[in-house]
């Protein structure tokens, strides 16, 4: 028998079937989706509840001359599967194959490379100003979910559309009722009235009529429309300029196709909002849509119960907690992912989740801080690239003891390009005052979280996605001296000075070295803010090569530290730099990015074999 899906090779042949067949589809898309996302990982839960408006809109809107734009792309998956690239959606988040967020190398209906939130109001808008600039008439259309509109950004979006007042539609994916209350029938039937065009002129009528009421008339309409405010959730878009439609039930595919339709031809902002289910159609991503938001792709197990850096920061937390009621912990809807959740069961009138607001998410630990508590704010560091103004100004600048827990630091495996934290050494080495520090393991996380408490400066800890080499997290914590390092290997021909976890592949590139003769010395920088210019500096003074080991850009990173340190002393060092390359890194299982970026032990030790043979013949 053959499937609906089969017959859909681009969004026009959405547009042949029979209105009848578009359920259908729906649970054919949604069952690959589901198929796809246990077997490589992925953000299931969003996309199933995605599945049935992506459809709508591809029937009536004309994919690529019309542009869809979608916030961070978790919601994406039924769009990538409409829009030629279904026979390659088994090899979505695996190394080589179709991304997990629209990417503009793959389709010219992904309009932008995305993964982070609140980004599509104003992009969308842009390209709306450019068709205008053009004089093209195409339409533009951004998604975005309702978790996304707690981010700043979304709202300034929204204004400066209002302002403007060009064509726009915004759809609104609300799939955890944050906004509204009660999906009905008469909500359905308002949504097609106000796109009909019929409300507007049944909203005249009726201000004609109470204006004629000569005494009591002025004053109804002003409590009516104050009422309104009560009555219709979209009164604050009203007021920023957008026509407001909704809400509609964001699985009823008929209802869509009206109201799409309705609205396509009309002029101005506006805003149509949906109400979804998470995981619709998959009943344990409906029970449990938080489980599924994201999923890890599967693979066999070893047997060994290693813990994570994550699952170790949430504990020392706790622990920390318990010890001094000063400490407080925030995050930007990420307390699941940040390992804050029992942290938030345990301490709930310490733990602050801001939602999708990393600038607030700073600032507002300054303020704590400011107050004489112990802020640690858990931040992704891709994420907290958005906060750098205000880790400058409201907590450098001030001196203020915020501690910034820097999850997901280096490279993160299958989110790809858009999720590396790459970049957070290079950033934040600059900043005045900001101590800046990397764990090897867990136990070392545990200590400097513990140590930062007592430095009382401002502190950002960094540390990756993954295992954090031990079983057990330890409760009991030891101090470490701001700016120590650690020699963990004596040697007589190299250092390999490892950064954060790249100390343990510096210990295993040495193990490998040693079998070929080289004695290689490693060092665990600990701190790329302040340096340990002692040890360093003797190291320098013995003329070896010193190999800088870090996951972050070789740009204005932890080695371009060691390097500018040691010559702003006068030595000539020389300095090998393994890090990621300047480049944006695709997505893929960590290991395989790890040995494409030549970080793992056999190229570390590779690399530095032919560095010292080469001096050897010279």
Not at 61 to 67: L, N
Not at 317 to 344: H, N, P, W
């Amino acid at each position: 028998m053959n499937m609906v899906i089969e017959k859909i090779n681009s969004p026009a042949d959405i547009k042949a079937l029979a209105v009848e067949e578009l359920d259908v589809l729906a649970l054919e898309v949604r069952n690959l989706i589901i198929d796809t996302s246990v077997k490589n990982g992925g953000h299931l839960a969003p996309s199933l509840g995605a599945v049935d408006f992506t459809i709508a809109l591809h029937r009536v809107f004309d994919c690529p001359s019309d542009k869809i734009v979608w916030d961070v792309g978790h919601q994406a998956y039924a769009h990538k599967i409409l829009t030629g690239r279904r026979d390659n959606f088994v090899t979505m988040r695996t190394a080589g194959g179709l991304s997990g967020f629209p990417n503009r190398k793959e389709s010219d209906c992904d309009v932008f490379t995305v993964g982070h939130s609140s980004t599509s109001i104003s992009s969308a808008l842009g390209l709306a100003a450019a068709r205008d600039l053009k004089n093209e008439s195409n339409k533009v259309i951004a998604v975005i979910g309702d978790g996304s509109m707690t981010g700043g950004l979304a709202f300034e979006g929204l204004q400066n559309a209002g302002h403007i007042g060009t064509d726009l539609l915004v759809i609104l994916n609300d799939n955890e009722m944050f906004i509204s209350h009660k999906v009905g029938a008469f909500a359905g039937y308002l949504a097609k009235l106000l796109t009909a065009g019929s409300f507007k002129k049944f909203e005249e009528r009726v201000e004609k009529f109470f204006r004629r009421l000569h005494f009591w008339g002025a004053q109804i309409l002003r409590v009516a429309k104050r009422f309104k405010v009560l009555l219709f959730p979209g009164m604050l878009f009203e007021e920023l300029g957008f026509a407001y439609l909704g809400p509609v039930d964001g699985h009823d595919i008929k209802a869509m196709l009206q109201i799409f339709s309705n609205v396509k031809n009309m002029k101005g902002p506006i805003l149509i909002h949906l109400v979804t289910k998470k995981g619709k159609g998959y009943p344990p991503a409906e029970l449990d849509p938080t489980k599924y938001h994201g999923l890890s792709p599967s693979c066999p197990t070893t047997g060994k119960r290693e813990l994570t850096f994550t699952q170790v920061f949430g504990s020392a937390m706790r622990s920390l907690a318990a010890d001094d009621k000063k400490v407080v912990a925030i995050t930007a809807a990420m307390s699941e992912g940040t390992g804050l959740a029992d942290f938030a069961k345990e301490y709930p009138e310490r733990f602050f989740d801001v939602g999708i607001a990393e600038q607030h998410a700073i600032t507002f630990a300054a303020g704590l801080a400011a107050g004489g508590y112990k802020p640690v704010c858990a931040i992704y560091s891709t994420f907290l690239q958005r906060s750098l103004d205000q880790i400058i100004h409201d907590v450098a600048l001030n001196g203020l003891p915020v501690i910034i827990a820097i999850d997901r630091a280096g490279l993160v495996g299958e989110d790809g390009a858009t999720h590396h934290g790459a970049f957070d050494i290079s950033f934040l080495r600059s900043v005045p005052g900001l101590t800046v520090c990397a764990p090897r393991d867990g136990d070392e996380l545990g200590d400097l979280l513990y140590s930062a408490l007592k430095w009382s400066v401002p502190t950002a800890i960094r540390y990756p996605r993954g295992g954090c080499f031990q079983e057990a997290a330890r409760k009991d914590f030891h101090y470490i001296e701001r700016g120590a390092s650690q020699i963990l290997r004596e040697g007589a021909d190299v250092l390999l000075v490892g950064i954060g976890h790249c100390s343990r592949y510096a210990l295993a590139a040495a193990d490998i070295l040693s079998g070929g003769g080289i004695s290689a010395s490693v060092m665990d920088l600990r701190f790329i803010k302040p340096l340990d210019t002692g040890a360093l500096s003797a190291f320098a003074a013995k003329k070896m090569p010193i190999v800088v080991i870090e996951e972050n850009s070789a740009l204005g990173g932890a080695g371009s530290a060691v390097e500018e340190y040691l010559s702003s002393e006068g030595y000539r060092p020389d300095i090998i730099k393994v890090a990621i390359k300047d480049d944006f890194i695709e997505h893929g299982p960590q290991g395989y990015l790890r040995d494409l970026c030549g970080l793992t032990p056999e190229k570390i030790a590779a690399r530095v074999a032919a560095h010292v043979s080469a001096l050897k013949k010279n």
